[in-house]
């Protein structure tokens, strides 16, 4: 995967420079959702300035907002803040996936239902029952 996250690392910069952020308009509905779920795998700096062009997208219905959570969330890790919509998983001292730390616990669901996101639960059992072995190596982090 690191592999491929460089070889994209110039196409997505190009794309960003030149067009922006895909709109389902401008490339469809999962051209646009691939772009988005690549940037996650980008340096830090290229996700915090893909993020606003993101919003703007998903503010007028021609982005995924589920993605931007994710982009969002990461980039809220990035910087050492807490998350605000539980997209984000760490592997922990137990080597389980646990969420990452989160802005207002007691409101994730209702800022995920806001969104069109399965409560927070659910989506951490079904990334635990999709990858079960993902904390097994030291020093991963599990991301959707």
Same mark, same amino acid.
């Given at each position: 995967?690191?592999?491929?996250d460089?070889r994209?690392a110039?196409?997505l910069?190009?794309i960003f420079?030149?067009y922006?952020v895909?709109?389902y308009?401008?490339?469809g509905?999962q051209a646009?959702?691939?772009f %988005?779920v690549?940037v996650?795998?980008?340096?830090a700096?290229? @996700? =915090? $300035?893909? !993020? ?10 021609q982005?995924?907002?589920g993605?931007y ?7 809220q890790?990035d910087q050492?803040?807490n ?6 998983f ?9 969420? %990452?730390?989160l802005?207002?616990p007691?409101?994730v669901?209702? @800022? =995920? $239902?806001? !969104?069109g996101?399965?409560r927070?639960?659910?989506?951490g ?12 190596s030291?020093g ?5």
């Amino acid at each position: 995967m690191v592999d491929a996250d460089r070889r994209t690392a110039d196409p997505l910069k190009t794309i960003f420079n030149r067009y922006g952020v895909p709109t389902y308009d401008m490339v469809g509905v999962q051209a646009a959702k691939y772009f %988005a779920v690549m940037v996650q795998h980008q340096p830090a700096e290229f @996700r =915090r $300035a893909v !993020l606003p062009k993101l919003k703007a997208n998903v503010d007028v219905g021609q982005a995924d907002p589920g993605t931007y959570a994710t982009v969002y969330d990461r980039s809220q890790r990035d910087q050492g803040k807490n998350q605000l919509y539980g997209q984000n998983f760490e592997c922990g001292a137990s080597k389980e996936f646990e969420v %990452a730390p989160l802005d207002d616990p007691d409101r994730v669901n209702a @800022r =995920r $239902a806001e !969104l069109g996101l399965m409560r927070l639960g659910l989506y951490g059992r079904m990334l635990r029952l999709h990858s079960p072995d993902m904390c097994k190596s030291a020093g991963l982090t599990a991301t959707s």
